[in-house]
């Protein structure tokens, strides 16, 4: 992210701020060569799973195309469930990557031409309709595929809890609390968002 939105938080923030100095340098650097599609089905794949159990199942998943990087929508369609459910899909999740394809190819789910020209709020509304899809799906895509600079998770548990530990709450900060805060971070929330996930980090590595 930029010098500008460092700039921004730590002069709008200063506990904020103490955070930053600590963490160091911003190294968010989204995947903006991944397209919509991609990034769908990989986070409906890591959905809910440690990231060593989501890695090895994703690359089963990859694994059923030789010679692709990628499948297209076309090809995940023409997979069986049942090649899908042994390379370690779930049968939701299974039926979610499914729809990710066929939205795709309906259109519903944009190419990565065509998201770049929608707001956060169009792309929440439409990629919502997708089945396994919610809105921290969609936040995530926005912040570490688009590359959108503000975007704030708020009900997101690691973020929640960063934020507890770098203003010294007892309890997490609810999702309404977090958006009050995070007003004064506007429009750089996706990398305040950063670093309160690095406040768990630092907390840990001190331990």
């Known amino acids: 992210m930029t010098p ?9 923030d200063k506990t904020l701020g103490r955070l930053i100095r600590k963490v160091g340098p911003c190294r968010l650097a989204p995947e903006t060569r991944r397209a919509p599609f991609q990034a769908l089905v990989r986070s409906v794949t890591f959905q809910q799973l440690n990231g060593k159990a989501a890695e090895t ?3 089963r998943v ?6 692709r990087k990628f499948p ?3 090809e995940l369609l023409d997979t069986s469930d049942e090649k899908l459910r042994a390379a370690g899909l779930s049968r939701n999740k299974t039926m979610a990557v499914k729809d990710i394809a066929a ?3 309906e259109g519903i789910v944009p190419d990565s031409r065509a998201i770049r020209k929608l707001s956060n709020e169009e792309i929440l509304e439409r990629l ?3 089945r396994g899809v919610g809105p921290w799906t969609v936040e995530m ?3 570490f595929t688009l590359g959108r600079e503000d975007v704030f998770p708020v009900t997101d548990f690691g973020l929640r809890k960063g934020f507890a530990l770098t203003y010294g709450l007892k309890e997490l900060p609810t999702p309404k609390e977090l958006l009050a805060h995070g007003e004064k971070w506007r429009p750089h ?6 670093y309160l996930w690095r406040a768990a980090d630092l907390k840990n590595s001190d331990a």
């Open 62 to 67: 990859l694994a059923l195309f030789p010679g």
């Open 128 to 130: 919502t309709s997708v």
């Open 4 to 12: 500008a939105a460092i700039a921004h938080l730590t002069r709008s």
């Open 72 to 74: 297209s929508p076309e």
């Open 57 to 59: 199942i994703f690359g």
């Open 141 to 143: 895509l926005l912040m």
């Open 189 to 194: 929330r996706t990398t305040a968002s950063w």
């Open 103 to 105: 939205k795709t190819l």
